[in-house]
């Protein structure tokens, strides 16, 4: 069983997303909570999988509560919520370690297999172009000349690191590089251990905020 929090202000947002989770055999939702604060308090004691966030709260907003819950229950997956698709939030969130984001309008499948992708697999909660997207839209390009950080990566690793940030999944990695999906995996995983990053998508915000990446490059 999935276990849910759902952090909304607006109780009848809670209260939609409390009908349409009920429908479902694997999902339940653990609790609610009104702000980022009591977000906090309720993750501590509920310890749900995942944590569906609103960004614009009162008292401690959804960015901070966030960069709370990740640093102290790293197990604990969030899905930041927006009304704007692009959201000039969602990136602090990204950076604060929200697994991702959906609209608040986003249709019922959408929003339950976004939560199973999150606590079955820890995976990226929305396709690879919007992920590229959301960072070239907000994300200076060339802003900052390379990290020292990237020292530490092989040159297969920035290569692998340059093409998640492109928005290209691992099967379509595994392809361009003829290796196989496993060791595109392996290169991931070694790409975010060495750089200290919680997910994919903080990678992606890094290559393009390094100078790594580019606005504007083809894949």
């Known amino acids: 069983m999935i276990r849910v929090l759902l952090v909304d202000d607006q109780s009848l947002v809670r209260a939609g997303f409390r009908m349409i989770l009920k429908a479902e055999r694997d999902i339940e939702v653990a609790g609610e909570a009104a702000d980022g604060a ?12 995942v944590v569906l ?30 009304t704007f698709d692009l959201d000039e939030y969602v990136v602090e969130a990204l950076r604060a370690g929200a697994s991702g984001f959906l609209l608040k309008d986003a249709k019922e499948q ?45 040159a297969r690793e920035r290569e692998v690191l340059c093409l998640v940030a492109r928005g290209l999944s691992n099967a379509e990695i595994a392809t361009q590089l003829v290796v196989s999906e496993h060791t595109t995996k392996t290169h991931v995983a070694s790409v975010l251990q060495k750089l ?24």
């Open 196 to 219: 200290g990053l919680r997910n994919r998508v903080q990678a992606v915000v890094l290559a393009y905020e390094t100078g790594l990446v580019r606005a504007g490059e083809p894949r």
């Open 38 to 49: 009591e977000a906090l308090a309720q993750v501590e004691t509920l310890a749900p999988d």
């Open 110 to 154: 959408e929003l339950v297999a976004a939560i199973r992708v999150a606590a079955e697999s820890g995976g990226s909660l929305f396709a690879p172009s919007v992920t590229r997207r959301l960072v070239e839209r907000f994300v200076a390009p060339g802003a900052a000349p390379p990290d020292d950080a990237l020292d530490d990566l092989t």
């Open 53 to 82: 966030m609103d960004i614009r709260m009162p008292e401690v907003d959804g960015i901070e509560a966030t960069r709370r819950i990740t640093t102290a229950f790293p197990a604990t997956r969030v899905i930041v919520l927006t």
